[in-house]
């Protein structure tokens, strides 16, 4: 029979069987190939953004606005890198900012995420919001007198000053003077926050009882034109005048501006310089 199937030119069943395998194969080999292709095409996590968000740290990571969840083995190798992903600077203290799903996108595409990589979805923006307070004169007084080891009191009002939540220290510098303008530095959980500068009454200590301290200088002559400065809040004005007494740091002295000869009342706040409150 195969004699005379090969004498007709007519193929043997295992001829037919081997031809069918081999054609078989390219399609077996792109159906695999198809396959591996969807499998890439599938996100591997979902980023779900919220509507709102409070934080307190100073800059806004994806985890703080997001839902991240992997959907597969490979995307939970990178949730936790997924969720420190730095976003944006965060709002100052008390206020607050919009961050699209345009921006989350593009950060992530900066972070080397294609678009098939992740499903983002939820909110088209998010609404966050920075915790804060406002510090109070009565604790600044006291972490300076912690810092210095001796009593300080404010000779000026406090201006405003808004820093997140968490526990406040403050880092100074000693100054010989009862009376000093001391440069202060603002910290909230050990990260500096604010920096000012405070006209304040320094009280010294010798075995653990306050003492006068040296007496200071004149920081203000009498005829000597001073700089002016008014503070209404967080805005501060500035003019000439002409000091009208001799002054140390804190003491209040008479000045007079060119427009004006009604003497103002001032503290001296610094070198030639004293805070009234108007003109």
Not at 88 to 100: E, G, H, N, S, W
Not at 225 to 254: F, M, N, W
Request: proline fraction near 6%; include cysteine; aromatic fraction near 2%.
């Amino acid at each position: 029979m195969r004699r005379l199937q090969r004498a007709c030119g007519v193929p043997s069943d295992f001829e037919v069987n081997e031809k069918m395998r081999w054609w078989r194969l390219p399609i077996i080999i792109a159906a695999l190939a198809t396959a591996a292709v969807g499998n890439e095409d599938r996100p591997s996590v979902r980023i779900t953004l919220r509507d709102k968000a409070e934080i307190a740290d100073a800059t806004v990571r994806l985890g703080d606005i997001a839902e991240v969840t992997a959907l597969c083995e490979t995307g939970a190798k990178h949730l936790a890198t997924l969720r420190a992903l730095p976003i944006a600077p965060a709002p100052l203290p008390r206020y607050r900012r919009v961050i699209t799903a345009g921006e989350v996108a593009t950060k992530l595409a900066q972070a080397g995420w294609r678009d098939g990589d992740c499903l983002l979805d939820g909110a088209n923006q998010v609404l966050v919001v920075r915790s804060g307070r406002a510090v109070t004169a009565s604790e600044l007084e006291a972490a300076l007198q912690k810092a210095l080891n001796t009593p300080v009191k404010l000779l000026l009002p406090l201006p405003p000053v808004i820093v997140p939540d968490g526990a406040l220290t403050v880092q100074t510098e000693t100054h010989p003077s009862p009376r000093a303008v001391l440069p202060v530095t603002v910290l909230v959980n050990g990260r500096p926050v604010a920096t000012l500068r405070l006209l304040v009454q320094v009280t010294e200590k010798a075995n653990g009882q306050a003492v006068a301290s040296r007496p200071a200088s004149f920081a203000v002559r009498r005829r000597q034109t001073v700089r002016l400065v008014a503070r209404v809040g967080s805005v501060v004005v500035e003019a000439q005048g002409t000091a009208l007494q001799d002054g140390k740091l804190g003491d209040e002295v008479l000045v007079v501006v060119a427009w004006s000869r009604t003497p103002l009342k001032g503290l001296v706040s610094g070198e030639r310089e004293v805070t009234v409150a108007s003109w």
